[in-house]
């Protein structure tokens, strides 16, 4: 049986998907802790790797070496950069940008990662399918497109605006471009998905108040694919 790595940021994002986990084992490492089960009859590893791409790479790449996993979710809850994706929607990555990474003054396109030389980080079309339907079957209205990471948390909307159109990305967040390329790099099936909580035009008090709902949804869409996984 294939297994899935599913990883999340907060508590809130993950703490109903390892609430229901089977046969839960656990292990630490670097402060991390795994869990290792079986998730609606599917063989799963479930963690929280805490904020920031540093904590999610690091996470991702403990997850690739110790458990081999076939494929990768990072889930969890984003700020909408497009007027297409508004509060509690889905946003499936087909890519993912770090838009912090910036080596322009030695000539480099702002974004581009040294070392792979790329901008755009490529997800997984199959699982971002499987994701949107399994959002659409729920009634939760899912958008494709690029998902910008940085270590920034963004509350201003002209900061917000400026991202989404230089990088021409549909959603803000701080974890997904770090597993992304921990799983490129690895050779490893990966895709990103995050509901919203905040809107183009919104701040902190719209993220404070519609996350829970956000995460709700992550966790809600993961159940209907994890069911229907080959």
């Given at each position: 049986?294939?297994?899935?790595?599913?990883?999340?940021?907060?508590?809130?994002?993950?703490?109903?998907?390892?609430?229901?986990?089977?046969?839960?084992e656990?292990?630490?490492?670097?402060?991390?802790?795994?869990?290792?089960?079986?998730?609606?009859?599917?063989?799963?590893?479930?963690?929280?790797?805490?904020?920031?791409?540093?904590?999610?790479?690091?996470?991702?790449?403990?997850?690739?070496?110790?458990?081999?996993?076939?494929?990768?979710?990072?889930?969890?809850?984003?700020?909408?950069?497009?007027?297409?994706l508004?509060?509690?929607?889905?946003?499936?990555?087909?890519?993912?940008?770090?838009?912090?990474?910036?080596?322009?003054?030695?000539?480099?396109?702002?974004g581009?990662?040294?070392?792979?030389?790329?901008?755009?980080?490529?997800?997984s079309?199959?699982l971002?399918?499987?994701?949107?339907?399994?959002?659409?079957r729920?009634?939760?209205?899912?958008?494709?497109g690029?998902?910008?990471?940085?270590?920034?948390?963004?509350?201003?909307?002209?900061?917000?605006?400026?991202?989404?159109?230089?990088?021409?990305?549909?959603?803000?967040?701080?974890?997904?471009?770090?597993?992304?390329?921990?799983?490129?790099?690895?050779?490893?099936?990966?895709?990103?998905?995050?509901?919203?909580?905040?809107?183009?035009?919104?701040?902190?008090?719209?993220?404070?108040?519609?996350?829970?709902?956000?995460?709700?949804?992550?966790?809600?869409?993961?159940?209907?694919?994890?069911?229907?996984?080959?």
């Amino acid at each position: 049986m294939s297994l899935t790595g599913i990883i999340g940021a907060m508590d809130l994002e993950m703490e109903k998907l390892i609430g229901l986990l089977e046969g839960d084992e656990t292990r630490v490492i670097s402060g991390i802790t795994f869990h290792r089960g079986t998730l609606f009859g599917r063989e799963v590893v479930l963690a929280v790797c805490g904020i920031g791409k540093c904590f999610a790479a690091l996470c991702a790449q403990t997850m690739i070496l110790t458990y081999h996993p076939d494929r990768v979710i990072n889930i969890g809850v984003a700020g909408s950069l497009t007027d297409r994706l508004s509060v509690g929607d889905i946003a499936v990555a087909s890519d993912v940008v770090q838009y912090d990474m910036d080596t322009s003054a030695v000539g480099d396109p702002v974004g581009m990662i040294s070392g792979i030389n790329l901008i755009n980080l490529p997800c997984s079309p199959a699982l971002g399918e499987k994701l949107c339907a399994a959002a659409e079957r729920n009634g939760i209205k899912a958008v494709t497109g690029t998902i910008a990471t940085g270590d920034c948390f963004l509350a201003s909307w002209e900061r917000k605006n400026a991202i989404g159109e230089q990088f021409s990305a549909i959603a803000c967040e701080m974890e997904g471009g770090g597993i992304a390329q921990a799983c490129y790099v690895n050779g490893v099936e990966c895709v990103v998905l995050r509901s919203i909580s905040d809107s183009v035009n919104g701040g902190c008090e719209d993220y404070e108040q519609f996350k829970r709902l956000a995460a709700q949804h992550s966790s809600t869409v993961m159940e209907t694919l994890l069911r229907e996984l080959d």
